[in-house]
């Protein structure tokens, strides 16, 4: 039985189509009818801390320093560390802005990767990823659509980041392209043509 956390970051509620693309997502993979549990972290409902001054510091110590501030000023960080460690499945909406994730989404990774938390260093000053064999679905939402030669900064910079400070590899992208165009209408069917059981792996 699988646990599912799922990430929504657009402002736009449920006129967003990042979200009813997430969901989507959600849908198939419930219909598997091997999901213990989905965990669902809004993050404009609930907006992820920005770090300051005062906890910065705290992000950098190693964890064995933690004493009772640290674990107070990092309460939301450690939360949501725990969510991920518990997810065999993550599934993130985000739209894009300026070829970016949403602030909100962005937020939230810098509370989740931490040296000594999502990432440790062997004897060579390698990288060691601890959430391993975890699978992550990205649910793009964008105004505009590709185009060839034009470079893919946000699937590629959220892959880049799990793979590096979480040891993530297992991450597929899903895109519903050209929201602003007159007389738009999300086909999420469509997107997830090639969506199979297999994915869930």
Do not use: C
């Amino acid at each position: 039985m699988k646990n599912i956390l799922h990430i929504i970051s657009s402002p736009r509620a449920d006129q967003s189509y990042s979200k009813g693309l997430s969901s989507a997502i959600i849908d198939r993979l419930s219909q598997s009818n091997n999901i213990h549990k989905i965990v669902v972290r809004d993050l404009i409902k609930e907006v992820p801390p920005l770090a300051d001054e005062v906890s910065i510091h705290e992000f950098y110590k190693h964890p064995g320093m933690y004493d009772e501030r640290s674990n107070q000023l990092l309460s939301y960080a450690n939360m949501i560390v725990e969510e991920v460690k518990e997810a065999d499945v993550i599934v993130i909406g985000t739209p894009m802005y300026n070829f970016g994730i949403s602030a909100s989404l962005k937020t939230w990774l810098d509370q989740l990767i931490r040296a000594g938390i999502t990432y440790t260093f062997d004897e060579q000053g390698n990288r060691i990823g601890q959430f391993k064999n975890k699978k992550v679905y990205l649910a793009i939402a964008s105004g505009g659509r590709k185009t060839e030669g034009n470079p893919d900064y946000l699937a590629a910079y959220l892959k880049d980041v799990l793979k590096t400070y979480a040891g993530i590899t297992n991450v597929k992208a899903y895109w519903v392209e050209g929201t602003v165009e007159n007389g738009f209408k999300a086909n999420y069917d469509q997107v997830l043509n090639d969506f199979t059981s297999d994915n869930e792996s």
